[in-house]
């Protein structure tokens, strides 16, 4: 159902700012960081969308996905690898039956300047070529523009083209620029059907803030206490180390809680974070710090 | 043998970092007996122009630093010139004076960077007001600074001149070109030095040795240009430069004392000089 | 619409490790003695007393106890400094109080940590508030030493002499540096008397000050109890007194300068009104009120301790009020993931504790987050109570801890009535989108500070202080040197 968008909270930015830096002044430490460091690891999104890209490229981050660190043991797998419809195929196969799951970006991703059509046939693609996972990207212009309704009709649309595929709703919130946009957006994609809202195509900058994931976190639990639905949420581009992924599951902790902490209803859409992370995790183990040589880059 | 001194090399500062004037060509600072002290750049307009583009760049930064801020980095330049007290007395030895009037001058260049250090926080506070309008509005008014000014700094006390010059104007989040004094150019580099270290970002300072009649009217008319500070009282030159301002209405400062030493040559009237005025209304009804 | 706060509860489940403060660094010396004419000197009557953690009830170190001669001694320092401070150049005064808030700086992790021993409040706060607000104090005031015609044109300003000055336990640096700095730049010389349980930092400030080269007397720190104060207050050459603390203290002193020509400013208590309106930016608002009212424990004269919200939003205010106060941490002050402290003392928990029960026994309805206390120490958890009118003494009288009233309100004349409704002043928070509704309400509420849309904001410059019992006199900003000051 179209939702009511007269009555959103607004949002105070430097009210959200300070809010953000009271997150970032936990201290995550010892059994608790490495307890946080491998629940990110499990919520990794892998990805390659690159004009580039081809068969073997995914083929060798798939591996990686499944095998983030040999050399330490009881580490899970990545959560996806995230990669352009033309590659699910390699993927699908690449992963079988691991439980790294394919999702593919769909509906002239980045921009999303193009009909309604070919969006749905892009996203059809992706679903018979065997993608678990669809991340869609919003008409921002639409939504700047004021026709908050297309942006409804377009995400209901492609959720339906997804099938039993989950459906990830990329609202570029780096283009919204405000907080009380991410809201509306946030509001909108829900309503039309999203399993997971996340915040960017790592296409530009900026890309995943602290604050814009508040918003949506906020969003996310209002829309819960509204309709009893947990939608998922998915940060992507600039989390680059440990340490901003900590932060990023220390807010997610205090805002959603347990409910929300684990692969079905939070990811990262990062690719160099992972190796940060196994840096991390090791220096927790040796003693040492820790240097990118002795860690795979797929 | 006795050891042979490394001579320092005196290049312009622009954008945080010292590149040669891309024209390559020099001026010879000698001391009154005719000896070489130093070669010097002879800036040329284009010179001027980048230092332009890298001083707008790095204003809006500038002055979106809080005051604390901009307080605590003047305090800083003081604390990084008293430390280098004795390179600078030796220099401006060189440059002509007696040892006496160098510490002097040396000293009192550091106390006016503690004095514009410690007005960052304040000439706000003497400055604004709130406007008692027959309405029902809350009406302010507030300084807010001119942008990107450009500088032509005392012939005389070369370093003095300079700071007293100079910090009024950032203070009040203005970026800055400068041309030093034409014939004691020496200290007005060796002063980018101490900015260096002194965690002044990059672009809200830079300084030009050379010609005034080569910079000034280029100074005077860059179109990009908010404001122009002149130390001086050639006649001549002021029209100049009151003539090419007219062209963006650029705000023109005209300083005709001959020496800065007097307790009258610092005051917030010269941050309040380099400032606009901004007033706001806003409803107070429910 | 279904009950869905059954199916799923948003828990932080994540607990986080231990994240103690490095303490090795930190140096307390086993006992301290008095600091005047730039010296540390024993007590004449050679009396110590105890000061301790009270987070653990650990002893950290002796200090002494000033008594009447003490008092005299330090007066007499400061009387004699007083000739050639008020005459050097303004500029160099201006230098040796930036030299301090330097120093100030480059000590501030010790700072930090011996404040949040001695204290009881948590790390984060003491690193990330009261020293580099302390630091900023020196520095701005700093800068006014030589400017002082500026601030006042026309007027020929001109310091008093010896300034008596009495400071609470809540923030002791930060008070500390609020009243020495103004004092100092506009030429006067001082006696301070820090907390009886809050010595420490004042006596580190103090060995910083004698490092700093400052001419000695200028600065005196005589550490005691109530009656050290009450000679400093009475003591004949003292030009001027600051006092910061209770009410009920303040009038006290007040009576006694009566007919001396003591100069006076008073800061005292307060029982500020928060009020969020419906069209707040609500989620804001609320992290609003558990800044206003559980920073620092409570103990804050310009608390927002009178919720006021309208109702229409009231639900979903506490709603989300009591799920916020779900994730605050009470514990060991040194733990940098502490939000809430240890309560200062022993005394000052049983005091809230009686209002708690008092508010039970008065009929309003209580609501404490679950959370782990330590055995130790003295801990009150984060309160609220809810039912209750202005009618109510929890909603009257100054609780000084973490305890939260809550009262609902209709109209906006009702909420100001409401608000003003108090013999306190300091401050009040307002937290509305509309922009006319702000300078409204600032406007018509009867409070010294006022914050729209942010709660418990300071900077040296800004003034703060407050309107009826809750005193007068202003510190921080251009006002602030005014109570330092006479005119032709």
């Known amino acids: 159902m179209f939702p009511d968008l007269k009555n959103l909270p607004s949002f105070d930015t430097l009210g959200v ?55 330490m043991p009881g580490l899970p797998t990545a959560a996806a690898v995230c990669v352009y419809p033309s590659m699910v195929r390699y993927a699908k196969k690449a992963l079988h039956n691991s439980g790294v799951h394919v999702a593919s970006v769909a509906t002239a991703f980045p921009s999303g300047q193009s009909g309604l059509e070919i969006k749905i046939a892009d996203t059809r693609m992706a679903v018979d070529e ?20 297309y942006i409804f009709d377009e995400i209901a649309a492609i959720k339906t083209a997804c099938q039993h595929a989950h459906l990830k709703v990329i609202l570029e919130t780096g283009e919204l620029e405000t907080l009380d946009n991410v809201r509306k957006a946030s509001e909108i994609a829900m309503h039309a059907g999203a399993d997971f809202i996340k915040t960017s195509t790592g296409k530009i900058q900026p890309a995943a803030t602290l604050p814009v994931t508040y ?19 998915k940060p992507a581009g600039g989390i680059s180390t440990s340490k901003i992924a900590l932060q990023y599951l220390v807010m997610l902790n205090e805002v959603l809680g347990e409910p929300w902490m684990n692969k079905d209803y939070f990811r990262f859409g990062a690719s160099s974070l992972a190796n940060d992370i196994l840096m991390q995790l090791s220096k927790a183990k040796t003693g040492f710090y820790q240097s990118d040589n002795y860690f795979s880059k797929d | 043998m006795d050891r042979l001194d490394v001579l320092k090399t005196y290049k312009l500062f622009i954008g945080g970092a010292f590149p040669r004037t891309e024209s390559g060509r020099y001026e010879a600072i000698r001391d009154k007996r005719g000896n070489l002290i130093a070669n010097i750049c002879l800036s040329s307009r284009k010179d001027f122009r980048n230092a332009v583009v890298v001083a707008r760049k790095a204003q809006e930064g500038w002055n979106k630093a809080s005051q604390l801020l901009k ?8 604390e990084m010139l008293e430390a280098r007290k004795e390179q600078f007395v030796e220099e ?6 007696s040892r006496i009037a160098a510490v002097q001058e040396l000293e009192l260049s550091v106390d006016r960077l503690v004095y514009y250090a410690g007005w960052s926080d304040k000439y706000q506070q003497i400055f604004s007001t709130v406007n ?49 004094s034409e014939s004691r150019p020496l200290c007005s580099i060796s002063f980018a030095e101490v900015l260096n270290t002194s965690d002044v970002p990059a672009g809200v300072v830079n300084i030009l040795t050379g010609k005034t009649a080569e910079i000034l009217p280029q100074m005077a008319s860059h179109m990009d240009v908010n404001a122009i500070v002149y130390c001086g009282n050639k006649e001549a030159e002021m029209k100049k430069i009151n003539e090419l301002a007219s062209e963006n209405i650029k705000r023109v400062v005209f300083y005709k004392k001959q020496n800065w030493e007097h307790p009258s040559d610092e005051s917030p009237y010269f941050i309040e000089k380099l400032q606009e005025v901004k007033t706001t209304w806003h409803p107070v009804k429910i | 619409m279904k009950d869905t706060t059954e199916n799923v509860k948003f828990k932080a489940a994540w607990k986080y490790a231990p994240a103690p403060e490095a303490t090795d660094h930190v140096q307390i010396s086993s006992s301290y003695d008095l600091f005047i004419n730039g010296q540390f000197v024993p007590p004449k009557n050679k009396v110590y007393f105890e000061t301790t953690d009270p987070s653990n009830g650990k002893i950290l170190a002796k200090v002494a106890m000033a008594d009447k001669d003490d008092v005299d001694l330090a007066v007499s320092a400061a009387k004699i400094a007083f000739k050639s401070w008020s005459k050097i150049k303004p500029q160099e005064r201006g230098k040796y109080i930036f030299r301090i808030a330097r120093l100030i700086q480059e000590r501030a992790r010790e700072f930090a940590v011996i404040e949040s021993m001695n204290g009881g409040k948590p790390i984060r706060e003491s690193r990330d508030i009261d020293v580099p607000l302390a630091a900023n104090h020196f520095f701005y005031y700093a800068g006014w030493s030589d400017k002082l015609a500026y601030a006042f044109p026309n007027r020929n300003p001109a310091p008093l002499g010896v300034v008596g000055q009495i400071i609470p336990w809540n923030f002791p640096l930060l008070m500390a540096a609020w009243k020495i700095a103004p004092a100092l730049a506009t030429g006067n010389t001082v006696v301070l008397k820090p907390a009886e349980t809050t010595p420490l930092t004042a006596l580190k400030l103090a060995e910083l000050i004698q490092e700093s080269g400052l001419p000695k007397g200028v600065v005196n720190i005589i550490t005691g109890d109530g009656s050290t104060g009450a000679e400093l207050v009475q003591h004949p050459d003292v030009a001027k007194i600051a006092f910061t603390g209770s009410t009920a203290v303040g009038k006290f002193i007040k009576k006694a300068t009566a007919g001396t020509n003591k100069k006076l400013s008073l800061e005292l208590g307060g029982k500020g009104a928060n009020i969020i309106f419906e069209d707040a930016a609500i989620d804001q608002a609320v992290e609003g009120i558990v800044n206003a ?3 620092n424990q409570g103990h804050v004269c310009c608390a927002g301790s009178r919720l006021f919200v309208q109702e229409s939003v009231a639900d979903q205010v506490i709603q989300k009020l009591k799920d916020r106060m779900s994730t605050l941490i009470v514990g060991n002050p040194l733990d940098k993931n502490t939000d809430i402290g240890a309560i200062n003392s022993k005394k000052q928990l049983d005091t809230i504790n009686r209002y708690i029960a008092l508010g039970k026994k008065e009929g309003a309805s209580i609501y404490q987050s679950e959370c782990h206390l330590p055995e130790k120490g003295n801990w009150c958890p984060p309160t609220l109570f809810m039912e209750v009118s202005q009618s109510h003494k929890i909603v009257q009288e100054e609780i000084f801890g973490p305890v939260l009233t809550i009262q609902t309100f209709r109209t906006i004349a009702e909420v100001i009535e409401k608000a003003n409704n108090t013999p306190y002043g300091l401050s009040a928070g307002v937290w509305t989108q509309n922009g006319a509704k702000i300078f409204h309400m600032t406007q018509k509420l009867n409070a010294g500070v006022v914050w729209a849309n942010t709660f418990n904001k300071f900077d040296a410059a800004s003034p703060f202080g407050g309107y009826k019992e809750s005193g007068f006199g202003r510190e921080g900003g251009l006002h602030g040197l005014k109570p330092y000051l006479k005119f032709d």
């Open chain 1, 17 to 71: 700012e300070e809010k953000i830096q009271r997150f970032c002044s936990r201290s995550i430490k010892n059994e608790s960081k490495t307890e946080g460091l491998k629940l990110a690891l499990s919520m990794l999104d892998l990805t390659t969308l690159e004009g580039k890209d081809t068969r073997g490229k995914v083929e060798q981050l798939c591996y990686k996905a499944m095998h983030l660190h040999e050399s």
């Open chain 1, 130 to 149: 065997g993608a678990d996972e669809v991340d869609m990207v919003i008409s921002r212009g639409e939504f700047l523009s004021g026709n908050y309704r």
């Open chain 1, 215 to 233: 918003v949506m976190l906020s969003a996310i639990k209002d829309h819960y206490l509204q309709t009893g639905r947990m939608v998922g949420m």
């Open chain 2, 71 to 78: 307080g605590q980095v003047l305090y800083r330049i003081a």
């Open chain 2, 92 to 97: 401006l030895v060189r440059q002509g004076l």
């Open chain 2, 132 to 180: 008692p309008v027959n309405s029902s509005h809350f009406n302010f008014s507030v300084l807010e600074p001119m942008g990107l000014v450009a500088i032509i700094a005392p012939e005389n006390d070369s370093l003095l001149g300079l700071v007293s010059v100079l910090a009024p104007a950032i203070v009040g989040g203005n970026t800055v070109v400068l041309l030093a």
């Open chain 3, 293 to 295: 009212i559980f920073f």
